[in-house]
């Protein structure tokens, strides 16, 4: 679908991936344009990252229509990374949030094309929370593509306990937080080589995965609580690869996560908490990376005026006097649970 939608708008690029609020990314599928070293170094300038960050799910930021061509080209971004490389204008979607982990998709269309007309960002928009579903769902998963490291990749980043189980229950793919919490055993543990609940609401909920119920539209979702007090989601769906059909024995993808974990982005909770306007948002974001104000004017394309007034909204909307406090208070939003830019 996405190569679809990249060439259904003479797209450059297409491209889905993983991203975090300090600027790494996972690319878990590419259309168009290859990435190269180039598009990592690029990322520490970014000016739409931190806007995506806090986009609504499902809601389109396209470059022309929501930033302006004007106050892009002024940016450093376009300087070292959009022009020497031909490109236009993008549309980006935030699909899914991990805390400050976050899965985007993009595309992005070059100088042979004028900017994206309203009726494409229209149809686009309608694609969208398909796209959104089938993430969700399937973590654009089937049992071939887990084998592809790209799709390895993207889980591997994803801040959730994520595993897929075979028609036995033996595990056939556990991302690194996963391992920790079958590890842990406080909800799931693995007993003779399968997948077994900590307790007997987590046993009947993994027994109700493994069945039919796993296998309706929106799959199935269990709170529990586990041997160490802490409440987790867990979020079960089968997949039915290659079209196995009815009655057939699929693989059942699991996600265990806590009801905070969509808390621990920062700079989003920032947002939220004190009314950010985007601007705001950004110079945040970067402050938070270690960026001083007048790299952050750099990056941006704005005069070093105008990011100190923007501080100076900050300060006054957070309560606080100075950057480090500003930054300290920040990152202290964050969950307890993980420190900072750790994933």
């Not at 595309?107 to 229209?122: H, K, N, Y």
Request: proline share 5%.
């Amino acid at each position: 679908m996405l190569a679809r939608l990249c060439e259904a708008i003479g797209g450059k690029r297409g491209a889905l991936g993983v991203s975090t609020m300090t600027g790494k990314v996972s690319i878990a599928a590419l259309h168009g344009l290859t990435w190269s070293a180039e598009d990592d170094r690029s990322l520490a300038i970014n000016p739409f990252l931190p806007l995506v960050m806090v986009q609504p799910i499902d809601r389109a930021l396209v470059a022309s229509r929501d930033y302006g061509l004007e106050a892009l080209h002024a940016t450093r971004y376009y300087r070292e990374y959009v022009r020497p490389r031909g490109l236009r204008d993008l549309i980006g979607y935030r699909v899914t949030d991990e805390g400050d982990t976050f899965g985007n998709w993009v595309l992005i269309t070059g100088e042979d094309r004028d900017v994206l007309t309203p009726a494409e960002i229209a149809g686009v928009e309608l694609v969208a929370p398909h796209i959104r579903r089938a993430v969700e769902i399937s973590q654009v998963l089937g049992a071939q593509r887990i084998a592809a490291d790209s799709y390895r990749a993207a889980l591997d980043e994803i801040d959730a306990a994520v595993l897929i189980i075979d028609g036995q229950s033996r595990p056939t793919y556990a991302n690194p937080r996963a391992e920790r919490e079958v590890a842990g055993g406080a909800v799931l543990r693995l007993q003779d080589g399968r997948v077994r609940g900590a307790s007997d609401a987590a046993e009947r909920a993994l027994r109700r995965a493994a069945g039919e119920d796993a296998r309706r539209p929106g799959g199935i979702e269990a709170s529990l609580v586990g041997a160490d007090g802490e409440e987790r989601l867990l979020f079960a769906v089968g997949l039915d690869i290659g079209g196995a059909g009815e009655g057939a024995d699929w693989p059942t993808l699991l996600v265990l996560r806590t009801p905070r974990d969509d808390t621990r982005n920062p700079v989003a909770i920032a947002a939220r908490s004190f009314g950010l306007t985007p601007a705001q948002v950004q110079v945040l974001a970067f402050l938070t990376q270690g960026h001083t104000p007048d790299g952050i004017a750099e990056i941006l394309g704005v005069s070093v005026a105008t990011v100190r007034s923007h501080l100076a909204d900050l300060f006054a909307k957070s309560g606080t006097s100075r950057q480090a406090e500003l930054v300290g208070r920040t990152l202290s939003l964050a969950s307890p649970l993980r420190p900072p830019g750790q994933l």
